[in-house]
């Protein structure tokens, strides 16, 4: 018995052994029928893998016999020009391995190397040949088509009536650089399609704004809706190479797109917004320009008189100064209040879920940014308290990011949210209690909810951090909150008969001479003015200083 075991695995070693040797033999007639990789002709647009950076080919063969991730390669080499945005990352006429490029395709052949039944084999080859079979049924089903960095030169090839579901469009980070060529696609695309993405490419504007467009954009950016047509969701053209405003127009009006509700032209170096934008782009409702060289809101004063605009991100921009005049959009209640004026009642609940906007509304502001809740300003040049409470007389305002600013940049973390949310009252009314998820009336600031027990301890921070300094320095919103604000009223009237007042837990008590406020400091929520001259808790976080 012993003996026949070893036998038998004498028998398979050996059966192993002839196996492997035939191994070769069977790769190498694999490789005999595969189709021997194309050469990459000299000036041929080539793509970084990796690296995402473009050039032209100056010679070289693209995946020689190579696979996908470099199995089986021959270690082929190719020189590249590499374009002027590309030096940071490669150097100039630098080699390099044939499997880290892919050479230009149109949308079949970028298509092809994604889903084609071949696609596994070669993906950097330089062309994608017609044979490859892309499953008819897998394109009617798509939704998304995403093709970021795919080497795409054209979105021609593929009849868009392959794609009859097509609702999202990415084709960022490529190299396209026909505006016609985005265009027609658009116009033959299906009409579900509702977002595109081209950012990342170098478009050339080959295209000119038809006259139809040209009277639309002519006219008045409160003017009755526009008519009929395709609607798109977003359009993205982020760091699109020699954008313009001009360009961004004329693809609109060339693909048909006479509703769009979303626009991102971030990085593409505008310094403002042209009165054109107010007719041509009457739906738009979110506008991102963050990274762009805008300087003013006079430049992009057009979107102030777009009704439906109500998210605007002006993120990494050097605007600095006011939206709007000293007295444009103040309250006119007979008292000489700002509308940023909000009164409490009680221990810090709004007077009702909208605060004092009423008499925003009523000025003369009323019309500019009526609709706009969103506003982003990180990185920006905001140096003025002054220009900060211009943002309380928004209307609608509910959700305000300001970070980064060369305002707060010497204050904590803890002092920058406390002032912010005092100087803006539009942004933080609303709110019950300590709640700080769940609740449609809370407004945000930097994305966090604010609360109407973190709005009274604000206004109480915001009324001890300026006392302590000058008269002279303390802003219009100083006065206001210190008149409209209850306890602030029994607080000053108590350091005006020299008995003072403590505040614990949002009540006010006597204060008793020598172990005055014990209680409250113990909770951390005691706050004394006497004569004249208010302490807290607070004072022990670090304030930092404002200049």
Not at 53 to 60: D, I, N, S, T, W
Not at 106 to 134: C, F, H, M, Q, T
Not at 286 to 300: P, Q, Y
Not at 513 to 536: I, Q, T
Request: hydrophobic share 40%; charged share 20%; proline share 4%.
């Amino acid at each position: 018995m012993k003996e026949w075991i070893r036998q038998q695995k004498l028998a398979a070693k050996a059966a192993q052994a002839t196996a492997a040797a035939a191994e070769p033999d069977a790769a190498a007639a694999a490789a005999a029928a595969r189709p021997s990789a194309p050469l990459l002709e000299a000036g041929q647009r080539v793509q970084h893998r990796r690296l995402r950076c473009c050039g032209r080919a100056l010679h070289g063969e693209v995946g020689a016999g190579g696979g996908a991730g470099g199995e089986g390669t021959s270690g082929a080499r190719v020189a590249v020009q590499w374009d002027a945005a590309a030096l940071a990352h490669v150097q100039a006429d630098a080699e390099v391995d044939a499997d880290d490029v892919s050479a230009q395709c149109n949308l079949r052949g970028a298509v092809s190397r994604k889903y084609g039944d071949d696609s596994a084999d070669g993906p950097s080859a330089a062309a994608v040949p017609a044979e490859i079979a892309v499953d008819a049924a897998l394109l009617a089903r798509l939704r998304t088509l995403e093709l970021r960095a795919s080497a795409l030169a054209s979105l021609e090839g593929l009849d868009a009536g392959a794609l009859p579901n097509l609702q999202t469009l990415d084709v960022s980070c490529n190299l396209l650089t026909s505006l016609a060529g985005v265009a027609a696609f658009l116009v033959a695309a299906a009409p579900t399609l509702s977002s595109v993405n081209i950012s990342d490419n170098t478009l050339l504007c080959d295209v000119q704004l038809p006259p139809a467009a040209a009277a639309a954009a002519a006219a008045p950016a409160d003017s009755c809706a526009p008519p009929p047509g395709r609607r798109l969701d977003v359009l993205a053209m982020n760091n699109v190479g020699n954008c313009s405003w001009e360009m961004v127009l004329a693809l609109v009006a060339a693909a048909g797109c006479t509703a769009v509700r979303e626009v991102s032209l971030c990085d593409n170096g505008f310094t403002g917004v042209p009165a054109a934008v107010g007719g041509s782009l009457q739906s738009l409702e979110t506008v991102r320009l963050d990274g762009n060289r805008i300087e003013s809101w006079e430049s992009i004063s057009v979107l102030s008189r777009m009704r439906h605009i109500a998210r605007l991100s002006l993120n990494r921009n050097p605007l600095c100064g006011s939206w709007c005049d000293d007295r444009e959009g103040e309250e006119t209640d007979g008292h000489g209040g700002e509308a940023g004026g909000h009164v409490e009642k009680g221990e810090g609940a709004p007077a009702d879920g909208d605060g004092d906007q009423g008499g925003a509304q009523a000025a003369g502001g009323a019309r500019r940014y009526s609709a706009l809740r969103s506003l982003s300003l990180n990185g920006t040049r905001i140096s003025a308290w002054a220009q900060v409470d211009a943002l309380a007389r928004l209307p609608s305002l509910r959700d305000v990011r300001l970070q980064e600013l060369e305002l707060t940049r010497t204050l904590s973390a803890e002092a920058q949210r406390m002032l912010l949310i005092a100087h803006l009252p539009n942004v933080s009314s609303g709110g019950k209690g300590r709640q700080t998820v769940g609740s449609e009336t809370c407004g945000l600031l930097n994305g966090s909810m604010i609360t109407a027990n973190e709005r009274r301890d604000a206004h109480r921070f915001f009324l001890e951090y300026w006392e302590q300094l000058p008269a002279s320095e303390r802003p219009v919103r100083y006065a206001t909150l210190l008149r409209d604000d209850p306890i602030a009223k029994r607080l000053a009237n108590a350091a005006q008969d020299g008995s003072g007042l403590a505040v614990v837990g949002g009540a006010c008590r006597p204060h008793a001479a020598g172990g005055a406020g014990a209680a409250g400091d113990a909770a951390g929520e005691h706050a004394v003015l006497h004569d004249g001259v208010m302490s807290s808790s607070f004072g022990a976080r670090g304030l930092g200083r404002c200049e």
